[in-house]
């Protein structure tokens, strides 16, 4: 088992910047996929943005040239730069990781944010 707790999440206005952390609570096995997703209210949850264990990253249409992923192996911590937000930007944030072999697909309790002036 392993917990995904995600902080960072808050209010802030457009065009601002936030960044979100995942810390996962036991290291990591490889080959893996952390990501971020966000669902908004009367929305179906989507992704944000992927990292494997490979270091190859996938970004949404939506947010492309302003979020970023990255992670800190030696921190068992994946972290989620998200610059120029947008009112549409506004959601709850959970932290992902899926480890490919063992199978396994953890979800973060979320973290909200809320981009409004």
């Known amino acids: 088992q392993v917990q995904l707790v995600e902080s960072g999440g808050g209010l802030v206005q457009p065009g601002g910047s936030l960044r979100l952390s995942c810390v996962a609570s036991?290291?990591?096995?490889?080959?893996?996929?952390m990501g971020w997703y966000r669902q908004a209210p009367g929305k179906q949850r989507e992704s944000v943005a992927t990292?494997?264990?490979?270091?190859?990253?996938n970004y949404a249409d939506s947010v492309k040239g302003r979020y970023t992923i990255s992670r800190d192996n030696a921190k068992n911590t994946v972290y989620l730069q998200m610059n120029s937000l947008k009112p549409e930007d506004t959601a709850v944030y959970y932290c992902?990781?899926?480890?490919?072999?063992?199978?396994?697909?953890?979800w973060g309790q979320g973290t909200q944010v809320t981009v409004s002036s």
């Open positions: 992902n990781l899926k480890e490919t072999f063992q199978r396994t697909d953890y």
């Open positions: 036991r290291n990591i096995i490889s080959p893996y996929v």
């Open positions: 990292i494997s264990s490979g270091g190859r990253t």
